[in-house]
């Protein structure tokens, strides 16, 4: 494929690898970006969507927050971010967030509600308070449920971040936005290479870090489903 | 920014320009549908073949969710090199998404199909092909609808995004709508595509009502 083959040479020709334009820079705007945003969702959805589920409440918040989240159009999101808050430079965070919360809520929800009334059962029976059931209990037996949501989570922000290089963010979108406003199709599939590099690496990452918080008491459940 | 005293809405962009968002509105539904009419089509057959060669499933299950997490702006750019500007580079990796959700629908659909049952099925001098018709695919019908309704819901959303190479439905007021500094494109853009993907979801719902009517009668009994 010459497309290919030119989007190879623009890859590793030495230019792309200097300057605040250059592929290491827009790397880490990207890590950044995506950090902070992951950093926020977490810190709001993961407390609610663990209480929601412990309390055994608010079920159908978590559900339609989780199919709204898929329903709204992330572009959308990003241009009325922009031009609501009249071009202001963080305007992207808003969205970003926003659709990072659904995902690590539902599977929060799920997880605590999956551990079951027979292990919650126990637990109160042995003398734990609902505090120490939560996080002791339900909290652990979730974890890798909860981690999937994070990783799916992550890879909405890691999309969203990209498609935000249209309202002017960094990042690995750049190259695919400029190289389609300027017809340089080369770089446009060069930043594309990255992108999709990119959010291997964050999925790979998540996969073993999922594994690895399964609780040793409950590896051979994991094992067996 | 136009905020002359009026809502947040311009109601009279959108009486004058209908047959606009008619257009884009019905070019979003057809370039979200057909990637999952794709999907489903492909993968009832790959599902069947993964529920019966166990060996199949974890490599497609693998490549298909390794897929499916791979950002859109990044696959619909990938896809010009192949395609050019046309409405493959949308339909192409919106189908690859799909598979992802509904292969797995009919492979634990298929597999939670009660043993007994099967064996009746036999036992009533059922041959394997007609079982699979007639009895285990029906039943599967839940699982699949459920993955179907995911599917369509962030296909009918993701659509918006193949705007930034031209071919992106709804998306057309986003990109317009920034341009000329007018949220009400925007509203009208969100506005739909939620209302579009919700209406499809609640289709499949009642979809899945009028196929499996033994699931009525059971909750009927209860």
Known sequence: MSALGSAWHWLISAQQWHGANGIPARLAEHAIYTGISLAIAVAVALPAGLLLGHSRRGGFVAVSAANLGRALPTLGLLVLAFTVSSASPA????????????????????????????????????????????????????????????????IQVVATATIAAYIGLGGLGRYIIDGLATKDYAMVAGGAILVVAFALVIQIVFTVTGRLAVPAGLRHRAAGS | MNDEGQGLVDWAWVTGNL???????????????VPVLIGLAVSVPLGIACARWGWLYPPVLGVTSVLYALPALALFALMIAWAGLTEAIVIVPLTLYSLALLIPGVVDGLRAVPEPVRQSATAMGFGPVRRLVQVELPLAIPVVIAGLRVATVSSISLVSVGQLMGVGGLGY???????????????????????LAF??????VLLRWSLTPWLRAREAAA
């Open chain 1, 91 to 154: 305007a992207w965070l808003v969205p970003l967030v926003v659709l990072g919360i659904p995902p690590v809520l539902v599977n929060a929800y799920e997880g605590v509600l999956g551990a079951g009334e027979d292990l919650r059962d126990a637990a109160v029976g042995m003398g734990m308070t609902g505090r120490q059931v939560l996080l002791r209990v339900e909290m652990p037996v979730a974890l890798p449920l909860i981690i999937a949501g994070i990783r799916t989570a992550a």
């Open chain 2, 19 to 33: 047959g606009l968002i008619a257009y884009y509105a019905w070019q979003n539904l057809y370039l979200a549908l």
């Open chain 2, 173 to 195: 007021f986003f990109t317009d709508g920034e341009q000329r500094d007018f949220p009400t494109e925007v509203y009208v853009g969100i506005g739909l595509i939620v209302i």
């Open chain 2, 199 to 204: 209406a499809a979801d609640a289709l499949l």
